[in-house]
């Protein structure tokens, strides 16, 4: 009789922590949210490879072999400015992230120039797309607990 309780009790558990990784799995943390693939980038921690960035916004974007040069020039200045800016020990974290967010709408605009009309509407709603996942995320908005992936630019 003892020995069938500890068999149930042992069956009990197992089944338990089973179903406690199945549900797991199932369930990701809504903790971890994916951002818009800017383009992947906030998905690595450290800065934005222009090459990589490159090579999909030529994807996205169908850029030409000169728009691709422009624009890996663009971002490798960003890169470059955006370390400056946060080696910079003499700003407040304030000023620091100002400086950074200028420096991004600047490579943004700077980028959407070199752009055709047809790709400038594409890259448009990529932007909108990115700013409308950023203001999810900041003001706690019912979708930006979901856990979904967001729109993919």
């Known amino acids: ?63 030409t072999s000169d728009q691709q040069t422009k624009v890996q020039d663009a971002l490798q200045s960003q890169r470059s400015q955006m370390e400056s800016v946060h080696q910079d020990s003499s700003l407040s974290q304030q000023d620091r ?8 709408k600047a490579t943004d605009a700077q980028i959407r120039g070199l752009l055709d009309s047809n790709q400038q509407k594409k890259w448009d709603e990529m932007q909108a797309r990115r700013e409308q996942w950023m203001q999810n995320r900041h003001q706690g908005s019912p979708d930006a607990g979901s856990g979904g992936a967001p729109p993919q630019q």
């Open 1 to 63: 009789m003892i020995k069938q309780c500890v068999l149930a009790l042992t069956a009990a558990g197992l089944i338990s922590i089973g179903a406690s990784f199945a549900v797991a799995q199932d369930n990701p943390s809504n903790d971890q949210q994916t951002p818009p693939a800017q383009d992947n980038a906030m998905r690595r921690h450290g800065p934005v490879d222009p090459a990589q960035r490159t090579a999909e916004l030529t994807r996205k974007l169908k850029l």
């Open 97 to 104: 992230h100002a400086k950074m967010m200028d420096i991004r």
